[in-house]
């Protein structure tokens, strides 16, 4: 038990030094080497003088004060008598607590180095084999680009909790109950990734769903749900009428940026944008004009034959070099960097052919914006309306899978062939020279070439 009482350290004070000596602190011992420093000035800190191999050392113990800010009698004697605990073990306290405090400052500096972004962008990066395709990527890193990173980006990974889970999906929880959806569970495979490589605790996870967000958010199927009552639309993706194709076309053949071409490609195969963005020249023959998907970049998983149209092929012959062939592995469709273009570029293609005045003029039949993905709605519509092609042939050529078992078995053929000839049907249909809706004639050429 020390000597000093809780009142006598309160009450105590500097004596003050004799004329003309220098002023210097005194202090009150407690015992077992814990002592009160009085300065001059009235300050009070907490001292533990200790020997450890001959060598007797002092540690600061903190200011005299109420806690929490200052350090009162009783809590001065606990950490007094951890410190000589730990020299009585042969451990100098002193280089204990720099190396504690070396410690912590390198945990620092690895939180700030780890940031939520450093760390989804190495995540993005060790998932690349799990996608089809470069398009799937870039949906990842362009949505936690536009809403995550604004928020958690510079935020060390391992200091972000539920509270910031939430200040990210809060304000497009409602809105874009889609996009807000897969945006959590993009976070949460950051968090978990995060956690593997133990750069935050094991165990919880922020933008877990259940247990966690599910009593704080509502549930997105209903939100989409009432998203579409509150619109008036179907879950549809806005589509192009088919009788305007031939109109837009003509406006998009105006266009020389490769965004525009692979928009073309795209609604001449009636492929799917992330597969025409993905193509690669080794996947095209040219002199048997067929384009041949890999399974790993289709959404069904199975190999899947695009017979080429002539204007399909007019499109990939505007894009082979001026000398020689292309490299096998480049992309058809590639960025000013060498890589595939994203979805991105389409979106800002549509985005910029709807502008100007009298506002949007490409619309869907519900007068919303068409989306790149809408013109196979487009195609399926201009079969089923206006052509005698069986459905099944429409399907084949949209990649759709046979949900009927008994039928799956006996199709074994992609129907190439009957497939030709209504993309060939298509194109021209595409390429008409009168665009009635628009009422003004639009030339073949200017279309098809």
């Known amino acids: 038990m020390g000597t000093l009482t ?23 011992a407690d015992g077992e080497g814990l002592f009160l420093q009085i300065t001059p000035a009235g300050s009070k800190s907490w001292l533990l003088r200790y020997t450890l191999a001959g060598r007797t050392r002092e540690a600061g113990l903190g200011s005299y004060g109420e806690a929490p800010d200052g350090v009162p009698l009783a809590a001065a004697r606990d950490k007094a008598k951890a410190l000589r605990a730990l020299a009585k073990e042969g451990t ?53 680009t536009t809403y995550a990173y604004p928020i958690l980006g510079d935020r060390p990974v391992a200091k972000i909790g539920t509270d910031d889970v939430l200040a990210v999906l809060q304000p497009v929880w409602s809105s874009k109950p889609e996009t807000a959806s ?23 996870n922020p933008a ?21 009552e509150a619109t008036g639309t179907k879950g549809h993706h806005p589509a192009l009428p088919f009788k305007r194709i031939g109109a837009f076309m003509a406006a998009l053949a105006e266009r020389p940026a490769t965004s525009a071409m692979a928009l073309r490609f795209a609604i001449l195969t009636a492929a799917r944008t992330g597969e025409v963005l993905g193509a690669r020249w080794r996947e095209i023959d040219m002199q048997d004009a067929i384009w041949t998907i890999p399974g790993a970049r289709m959404k069904a998983g199975r190999e899947h034959r695009v017979p080429l149209s002539g204007a399909a092929l007019a499109v990939l012959r505007g894009l082979l070099p ?32 709807n502008e100007g005045e009298g506002g949007p003029h490409w619309l869907d039949a519900e007068s919303r914006t068409i989306t790149a993905h809408g013109f196979r709605s487009t195609f ?45 049907a298509w194109a021209a249909y595409c390429g008409r020279a009168a665009a009635a809706s628009d009422g003004k004639v639009v030339p073949l050429g200017a279309v098809m070439g």
């Open 6 to 28: 809780a009142r006598q350290v309160a009450a105590a004070k500097h004596p003050g030094n004799p004329a003309g000596a220098k002023p210097r602190p005194v202090t009150l």
């Open 182 to 204: 897969r945006l959590r569970g993009r976070m949460e495979a950051v968090f978990d990734y995060a956690a593997a490589l133990n750069l935050r605790p094991r165990g919880f």
């Open 380 to 424: 399926r519509d201009w079969v089923g309306e206006t052509t005698s092609f069986p459905l099944e042939i429409a399907e084949a050529a949209l990649a759709h899978t046979i949900r009927d078992k008994a039928q799956a078995a006996y199709e074994r053929g992609d129907k190439l062939a009957k497939r030709r000839k209504m993309m060939e």
């Open 322 to 353: 001026a000398e020689g062939a292309p490299d096998p592995a480049e992309h058809v469709f590639a960025s000013a960097g060498g890589g595939a273009l994203s979805q991105m570029a389409l979106l800002m293609l549509l985005r910029r052919m």
């Open 92 to 144: 100098d306290p002193i280089d204990a607590r720099r190396e504690t405090k070396r410690a912590a400052d390198a945990e620092a500096r690895k939180a700030a180095t780890h940031t939520f972004r450093a760390v989804a962008e190495a995540c993005i990066a060790a998932r690349e084999g799990e996608w089809k395709n470069a398009v799937h990527r870039a949906q990842w890193g362009s949505t936690l």
């Open 208 to 228: 877990t769903w259940r247990g966690n967000l599910q009593p704080l958010l509502g549930s997105p199927n209903k939100m989409k749900a009432r998203l579409r």
